[in-house]
């Protein structure tokens, strides 16, 4: 793999060894990762991913390959409480709903994938160590 860096030392291209895939890498002012194309010796591009971030700097939102996007959400605690993928077409690829006790363990994940959805649930013991999974 033949890496090139920016300033900070973050790679900003990389050539992997059978020359078919090249990745370059944008980051925002924080070092965060913002952009990542891959594309094939020919140029086409294979993936695509463009984030946006929150004011805490978490991602909100992701723009996809082909025109598909992703939403992220997060509560006071700045816990993930939502993803969701929806393709090009404007459906929902996948989404997932969190919620959180008071010792930040997830103890519920919906899955609100139309085709099959469904819940999770979780407990844990008095040393937040999970116990046990349930789905519904």
């Known amino acids: 793999t033949t890496n090139v860096f920016d300033r900070s030392g973050l790679p900003t291209y990389l050539v992997y060894p059978d020359n078919k895939v090249l990745t370059y890498l944008a980051y925002d002012s924080a070092g965060r ?10 140029g086409t591009t294979l993936t695509y991913f463009n984030y ?17 996007y992703g939403y992220f959400r997060y ?22 709903y969190y919620n959180y006790d008071a010792d930040s363990n997830r103890y519920f994940k919906f899955d609100a994938h139309a085709a099959s959805p469904n ?3 979780y407990t844990f013991d008095a040393r937040n160590r999970l116990t046990s999974e349930e789905q519904k």
């Open 33 to 42: 990762l913002s952009r990542k194309i891959d594309r094939n010796a020919a």
């Open 52 to 68: 946006t971030r929150n004011a805490n700097g978490f991602p909100e939102q992701v723009a996809y390959e082909g025109g598909a």
């Open 119 to 121: 819940a999770h649930y």
């Open 75 to 96: 509560d006071a605690l700045d816990r993930l409480t939502l993803e969701q993928r929806i393709s090009s077409g404007n459906a929902m690829t996948y989404g997932f």
